[in-house]
């Protein structure tokens, strides 16, 4: 079944307590992103990646950190998490960028991270 | 950067009957417009995506209006059902190819049976 996975799906921590979130996809897509989703906020990028090795910014990169040292692996990092990085997260993964042709993103059902 | 207003942030439905919800925009060079669906629980999915050379887009019971003029676009469901209850999320996306996409802030839609 063609999927993009999260893990945890839930999560309590304390601050300061470095963390990592794992995203994988399976249908061998390009670009693959991570979001926050806020009550009011609706969903906001993180960090994206076209592909391999090529990661960049979203609109709220701050407290985060990403990887693609695979193309199906898009782990989430929060080195040193606070209050307010408390959240619901996406990852989301496309055949290509969000401009191109392939631009329906799929979306993994999300992790829940509460930081205390 | 893009912004995208989305209207309203909450709708309540008879069922049955339609509804619309209403996105704005202001960079002219967007050019694509999907439209997400987040049940309960789940992450959103792609429901219906329109371009900016295309005026209206329909598949079965929804659809999806583009005015590139007055830059907004709709999203219109007929003949609501209760499982239609859901967040609704508008986006669009500009050029160049690697624009990530920007998303509203959500409608929540109740039909009520």
């Given at each position: ?16 307590k ?6 994988s ?14 009550p009011g ?28 040292k ?9 080195e ?31 992790t ?5 | 950067g ?7 942030s909450?709708?309540?439905v008879?069922?049955?009957d339609s509804a619309?919800?209403k ?10 417009f ?20 295309v ?16 830059k ?42």
């Amino acid at each position: 079944e063609a999927q993009v996975t999260q893990n945890p799906r839930y999560l309590i921590t304390v601050t300061g307590k470095k963390l990592t979130v794992t995203c994988s996809q399976n249908m061998n897509h390009e670009y693959m992103s991570w979001y926050r989703q806020d009550p009011g906020l609706g969903l906001r990028q993180i960090y994206y990646s076209m592909n391999v090795e090529v990661t960049d910014k979203g609109d709220v990169p701050e407290g985060y950190k990403v990887s693609r040292k695979e193309k199906r692996n898009f782990p989430l990092i929060l080195e040193s998490p606070s209050p307010n990085q408390t959240s619901l997260y996406f990852c989301a993964s496309s055949l290509g960028g969000s401009g191109t042709s392939y631009n329906e993103q799929f979306f993994g059902p999300g992790t829940r991270l509460t930081v205390l | 950067g893009e912004n995208v207003e989305q209207h309203p942030s909450t709708l309540s439905v008879q069922e049955g009957d339609s509804a619309v919800i209403k996105c704005t925009y202001s960079d002219s060079a967007s050019n694509y417009f999907p439209w997400y669906k987040q049940e309960l629980g789940k992450g959103p999915q792609l429901i219906i995506d329109i371009r900016s050379n295309v005026g209206e887009k329909k598949d079965q019971r929804i659809a999806v209006t583009l005015n590139k003029t007055a830059k907004h676009f709709s999203l219109h469901i007929t003949e609501t059902q209760p499982e239609d209850s859901a967040v609704y999320f508008c986006a669009l996306t500009s050029p160049p190819g690697n624009t990530p996409l920007v998303f509203g802030k959500g409608t929540r839609l109740s039909v009520i049976a």
